[in-house]
């Protein structure tokens, strides 16, 4: 019987387009890809696990744990089939068993496949441009909850993708801005509107260190819920627990890339009116994953119901960040509180009269020196050695906070321990279950 390759998609051409524009095939490998490729053999228990992007007439493999080559021909290839449907994990328990694979010869030959099971990679259009995949040389089954983190995975690597080429954008608008420079150093008129685009293009960078600042603290939260369902996988209880948890941090890395996005095409954020306190309440899962085992993590959720004018991805952003900041202060080991309560403002420097969403972190660390205190929220400022902090968490907090209508603070002394504060302007009333309450 003689083989036979999969049909192209419908929308092939575009697929190709969305998959070229993105300009990452044949690039060097990076530490983020071969990551995912690791979390995927060690959830799955398999030998081969794939990043696998279907181009033209090839399957090349951004990264790779198990094979010895780089790529295949794209009619060899299980992913041209898994492609085909975007929305499901294509598993294959028996390729000798399959008359779509029975006869290829990477089942006949080398690395004599029986099990594949992979999961696209979906752009925010719906093209499917790859899959995270696994393989083994034994029949086996896939079971649900290791279908869900694959395309968890998937997820992820789709949003790795998007983040790549915004960095390459930004990385071309600044060289062209430097050609531009050193082509008008002698005519001032010249000069004076590539100095408000520079200007624009610094605002980019910021906002972009920002989003990597947030999307680091979401991606150890994936690798800390990951790590413990291979620890409990025996459990199939706290299995499906820390599954949750690691897909609320994909979810919200994939905001915070829409986020990012939409800034730089110029159309803003989207802003909604939330309940702050209903949202943290359902994020309290990823929010102790974030702290380590030696640090006690208390919550008091005390006011329901008022709605704040934000985006919720930056909310839950800000929120990790103070939490990270938290923890790093306690250095393994105390105590950190999150509260929300509301307060009515009168006679304030910052903050207009009214009344306000205060959403409390607090622990009971070193603490701050005043001098300190006074500059945490600068941008760039940080008293963590080079390469451990970006300066950028705070501000980024104070930012939010002004931007939902309010302010942020910080009460902190040397040896009392430090409570950052976000202040949310509360628009009014918005309808809550009594149900999510009695949670």
Known sequence: MAHHPAPFPFNEEERVLSLEHLDVLDSADEQAFDDIVLLATTLCDAPIALVSLVDRERQWFKACIGLGVQETHRD?????????????????????????????????????IRFY???????????????????????????????????????????????????????KQLTQLQDQFRQAEQ????????????????????????????????????????????????RPVD?????????????????????????????????????????L???QSLMRHSMSETIDLTFDFAEWGWGVLCMEAQLHAVVMNLLANARDALNGTGQVHVSTRWVHVEDDLSLHQGDYLVVSVRDNGPGMAPEIAGRVFEPLFTTKATGQGTGLGLAQAKDFAVKSGGDARIDTAPGAGTTVSLYLRILGCIATSDAVQAV
């Open 239 to 279: 299995v499906e627990r820390f599954t949750e948890t690691g897909l609320q941090a994909v979810e919200q890395g994939r905001q915070l890339i829409g986020y990012l996005m939409s800034s730089v095409r110029g159309d803003g954020p989207e802003l909604i009116c939330i309940d702050v306190t209903a949202r």
């Open 187 to 234: 005519s001032q008129n010249e000069v004076t509107p590539l100095l408000d685009n520079s200007r624009g293009i610094s605002s980019l960078g910021m906002l972009t260190a920002s989003i990597a600042h947030d999307f680091n603290n979401l991606l150890q939260s994936v690798s800390a819920a990951f790590q413990l369902i291979r620890l409990r996988s025996r």
């Open 76 to 112: 060899l290839a299980f992913c041209g089939h898994a492609i085909l449907d975007p929305a499901e994990v294509l598993v294959v328990e028996d390729a000798t068993l399959d008359p779509r694979f029975a006869s290829s010869p990477l089942v006949l030959g080398p690395p004599f």
């Open 117 to 171: 099971a992979g999961a696209p990679i979906v752009t925010d259009s719906g093209v499917a441009l790859g899959t995270v995949c696994v393989i083994d040389t034994q029949s086996r089954q896939l079971s649900e909850r290791h279908a869900l983190a694959l395309q968890a995975l998937a997820r992820q690597a789709a949003a790795l993708l998007e983040a790549r080429w915004l960095g390459t954008q930004r990385a």
């Open 281 to 283: 309440h359902g994020a």
